[in-house]
């Protein structure tokens, strides 16, 4: 899988800014068949970084209503990735 296909986009939330900012943590949405190996060569390709840890997190697909129709919205996969001490990803700042 190439690197492009890996990462889709970053989650920007004020939970994951927090993260940010006191843990150097940040948090992308992945491609569902990528793994933590994956990730990590991503990101540090990518931004040219240290990558300490990858966690990923799966998160199911909720029911939503409209009107009578019942519908599932997709399911999606993130990555929260901790960087080494020192290391930025620049295309977060000023956000």
Do not use: C, H
Not at 5 to 25: A, G, Y
Not at 69 to 93: C, H
């Amino acid at each position: 899988m190439n690197v492009y296909e890996v990462l889709k986009r970053p989650i920007i939330t004020e939970k994951s800014m927090r993260q940010q900012e006191e843990l150097n943590q940040y948090t992308f949405e992945i491609d569902p068949r990528a793994n933590k190996r994956q990730v990590k060569e991503a990101v540090e390709k990518l931004f040219d970084v240290k990558v300490t840890k990858v966690r990923i997190i799966n998160l199911p697909g909720k029911t939503r209503r409209w009107g009578r129709k019942v519908s599932r919205t997709s399911p999606r996969r993130k990555a929260v990735v901790t960087l080494a001490p020192g290391d930025k990803i620049s295309f977060f700042e000023g956000v």
